[in-house]
């Protein structure tokens, strides 16, 4: 009698098992699973959150230590890269302009240079000079001419043993003697209290054109000849001067100079007491 | 002590004159530190040292300069006269005195600087120097005068403290 009351029990269960997996995969029991998970749902996330913060408050001060200290040394190694690229950058810039005056250098075989770096301007206002950071025990001398890869830079008036001071050629007591391409006149170069260049005495004759290059002649002892200077800028020729003048565009930038070449093997010729006195016969 | 310290005050103040503040020019005229602080230290009611300061920052100047040697030095005293002088009447208002020696200062340093250069055989045109250097360096010292005065003035509380009478 049992086994027939039990299998009908099996039966049944099986069929509501069946019915309810059959209602669940339809979707039928979706409102009442919702119904009652829902609430199991918040209370997990209820119960989630506050074991979550409380095991925070008891791990997280080890962990703020531990991350303000990596923080700090992060940021110590950023501040050192940083200053590593701006060191480097600096270095490749040097690297750069002392590459150029190697070239330079390589084209004019017959000159020695020394190269100096520009370490500082003159206090005064009035006067266009530079401080290099080589000296007498560098081998410099007064009246050496310095240079640039791109062109004149001035000469040296005034030695230290590790320092020496460059009168530049846009100081308004600079005087050069110079030649104008292609022409082949002779002019002179003054330096202008406003930072200008003007060129002077260049004979009326002389056909001189705007863009034509300025070189330096060697005349007077003072400069090496042919190193170049400038362009032409502005010319200005009337009829009841006895030269023309111009305006030189040169090719140095002298706001920016920071590396120089002084050419060593030049012995400038003072030539002073060869010029007559007025009145002297 | 207060000589002393002018020695590493006005090498450092030349450092900064040849390398920093000769490369922020306004058209062609600079502020010249020196001649600031030798102005500020001049104006301070109790410094008795102002003309070793003067003669210290003038002769470190001339070494630098390519000026004739002594030229910045006399410019420097003259301008460190015109501060004594000011200090007597306008005692009251010091920031006031600050800016009047500093357009003296700047003025006589310049003149000075323009005389010596007219007799070493450059000279200068006189309106060029006065448009292209003298008013500009004016207005920058002006602009600069005013924290120097401040610094100066608290290295010398420091240096001179006030004695209190009890």
Redesign the interface.
């Known amino acids: 009698m049992k086994s027939p009351k039990l299998n009908l029990q099996t039966v049944v269960l099986v069929l509501i098992g069946a019915g309810l997996i059959a209602l669940a995969l339809g979707g039928y029991l979706t409102p009442v699973s919702r119904l009652i998970i829902t609430p199991f749902v918040n209370a997990q996330t209820w119960l989630t959150q506050r074991y979550t913060a409380v095991r925070d408050t008891l791990t997280a001060p080890q962990d703020i230590t531990r991350l303000r200290q990596r923080n700090l040394e992060l940021e110590a190694e950023y501040s050192r890269l940083q200053a590593q690229i701006i060191e480097l950058q600096q270095q490749l810039s040097e690297t750069r302009i002392l590459s150029a005056l190697v070239d330079f250098a390589r084209a004019s075989p017959e000159n020695q240079y020394q190269a100096a770096a520009v370490i500082g301007r003159d206090p005064s206002p009035f006067l266009y000079y530079v401080i290099i950071n080589r000296g007498s025990d560098d081998g410099i001398r007064r009246g050496m001419p310095v240079v640039t890869q791109q062109g004149l830079v001035g000469r040296v008036t005034a030695v230290t043993a590790g320092a020496a001071r460059v009168q530049l050629i846009t100081d308004p007591a600079s005087v050069v003697n110079v030649r104008v391409e292609p022409s082949r006149a002779d002019a002179v170069l003054k330096g202008e209290l406003s930072g200008d260049i003007t060129i002077d005495m260049i004979p009326q004759g002389a056909d001189i054109k705007t863009g034509n290059l300025v070189l330096t002649s060697g005349l007077g002892g003072g400069y090496p000849t042919n190193v170049l200077i400038g362009q032409i800028a502005s010319i200005r020729s009337r009829d009841q001067d006895l030269f023309q003048q111009g305006i030189l565009q040169p090719v140095v930038d002298f706001s920016r100079l920071e590396i120089v070449l002084v050419i060593t093997n030049f012995k400038p010729v003072d030539i002073t007491p060869l010029i007559p006195a007025p009145g002297v016969p | 002590m207060a000589v002393a310290l002018a020695f590493p005050v006005m090498g450092l103040l030349?450092l900064l004159?040849?390398?920093l503040?000769?490369?922020l020019?306004l058209l062609?005229?600079?502020a010249?530190l020196?001649l600031l602080v030798i102005i500020a230290w001049a104006l301070q009611k109790r410094v008795d040292t102002a003309w070793h300061w003067t003669i210290i920052g003038g002769l470190m100047?001339s070494m630098?300069?390519?000026?004739p040697f002594g030229v910045?030095l006399i410019g420097y005293l003259l301008a460190t006269s015109a501060a004594y002088f000011l200090r007597r009447r306008v005692w009251q208002a010091p920031i006031l005195a600050m800016l009047i020696v500093t357009l003296i200062g700047t003025l006589l340093y310049?003149g000075t600087?323009?005389i010596a250069?007219q007799i070493a055989?450059?000279p200068?045109?006189f309106f060029?120097?006065l448009n292209?250097?003298t008013l500009p360096?004016l207005i920058l010292n002006s602009l600069v005068s005013i924290p120097v005065f401040a610094i100066i003035s608290d290295l010398a509380k420091w240096l001179y403290p006030e004695t209190l009478m009890v």
């Not at chain 2, 630098?64 to 000026?67: E, N, Q």
Request: hydrophobic share 40%.
């Open positions: 030349v004159q040849t390398t503040v000769s490369q020019p062609h005229g600079t010249d020196v100047i630098a300069s390519a000026l910045p310049h600087s323009w250069l055989g450059n200068l045109d060029q120097v292209l250097i360096s």
